[in-house]
């Protein structure tokens, strides 16, 4: 196939369709792209499309673009109207019922005329959900970011009367003779150095990441067993683990902190479930958007269990400081946990329905955060 550069209203993107799938940016775009000849054939499709539409190109190139969403013919006339006239068309929350699917598919569509003399179109696909997905998670940031910075500043306030009460408490120990009287400032002692402890948990990560290869299920199986290990009452953890998975480059001390807190939050949550399990997972997780970058790739573990589950109305707050469930928690165990995560350039995630909750670490490959 001849070179063709596809232009698009809202951008110019250069692609070189061929007989093998060029390996440039379209390979790495988040958006499914597809090109059709004037006839209706599917002439080449990026990586995207084919996790999208969950087919390899390899099987439908050259086949009537139709076959791929069979019960849309809406789409098929759109892109006939397109070829025909050479204006763009855009479609918003069209239904697409993919192979081996019994769920529909809605998707946003825009099809484009390619400036070629043979009546090419180019076709992007994107879930519809996607657009407001990110502009709730850039809200939800916002919204965290703002939270930990008022937590931070009210720690570092804290910090210094801390220090004051507690050399105050030591200085009068020293003066008191009765041990009834010492057994007072040693309590004040105490209470003050858990504060403290608090304090710093407040002030978050001290460092910053220094972030090297790693294989990620190293650290998933420290965890494992020191979790395992810590308890005694019948919780299962359970493994399930993509050997393939390549080296992830990130800090091997902080997302073990990471992990540490999702599997002990986990483990929490099943205090009173009857056969409770904790299942560690992971997988590749293909062309996600964190921060607002495409990802083509990335690791993406998960830290499942089957508790009660965590409220709607919770699960917005969760990962924000001092929130918690439960009444003897301080809720910072999930806030740092993001923290971590996303310094170290990944996102952390939770959904959540009665007898299945999973925590989602992603983390891009082939780069350092």
């Known amino acids: 196939m001849q070179r063709t550069k596809l232009v698009h209203d809202v951008g110019v993107n250069s692609l070189m369709p061929n007989n093998e799938r060029p390996q440039g ?10 090109v059709v000849t004037a006839g209706g054939e599917l002439a080449w499709m990026n990586a995207a499309a084919e996790v999208l539409l969950g087919v390899s190109a390899r099987q439908v190139t050259g086949l009537a673009s139709e076959r791929l969403w069979p019960e849309t013919p809406e789409l098929t006339l759109a892109i006939r109207e397109v070829a025909a006239s050479g204006q763009a068309m855009t479609l918003r929350e069209i239904s697409l019922k993919l192979k081996n699917q019994t769920e529909l598919l809605s998707v946003d569509c825009v099809i484009s005329a390619l400036p070629s003399p043979d009546g090419q179109a180019v076709i992007e696909l994107q879930p519809s959900h996607r657009d407001r ?9 916002t919204q965290q970011r703002l939270a930990q910075r008022m937590v931070h500043n009210l720690a570092h306030e804290l910090r210094n009367p801390l220090a004051g009460l507690r050399g105050a408490a030591q200085l009068l120990e020293r003066k008191l003779d009765e041990p ?24 978050g990560p001290q460092r910053p990441p220094r ?37 992830v480059v990130v800090d091997h001390d902080q997302l073990i902190q990471a992990l540490l807190n999702l599997v002990r939050n986990a483990a929490q949550a099943l205090a009173d479930t009857p056969d409770g399990r904790i299942r560690l997972r992971s997988r590749i997780a293909h ?21 009660p589950g965590i409220a709607p109305d919770q699960l917005e707050r969760i990962f924000f400081p001092m929130v918690s469930g439960h009444p003897q928690r301080t809720g910072l165990g999930l806030a740092i946990a993001r ?15 009665p007898g299945r909750t999973e925590f989602l670490i992603d983390l891009p490959l082939g780069s350092a955060p």
């Open 133 to 141: 997905a990110l502009v709730r998670e850039a809200e939800r940031n």
């Open 25 to 34: 940016l379209a390979d790495h775009l988040a958006t499914a792209v597809l």
């Open 180 to 203: 009834d009287l010492q057994e007072y400032t040693r309590v004040i002692i105490g209470e003050a150095d858990r504060l403290g402890t608090l304090v710093t948990q407040l002030l």
């Open 339 to 353: 923290s971590l995560v996303s310094a170290n350039g990944g996102r952390l995630d939770c959904i959540s329905r």
């Open 211 to 247: 972030p090297q290869p790693i294989n990620l299920h190293r650290p998933l199986e420290h965890v494992r067993r020191l979790v395992a290990a810590e308890q005694d009452d019948g919780i299962r953890i359970e493994r399930d683990y993509d050997p393939s998975l390549p080296q």
């Open 287 to 307: 062309n996600l958007v964190i921060g607002g970058a495409s990802h083509r790739q990335c690791a993406r573990i998960s830290v499942i269990d089957n508790g």
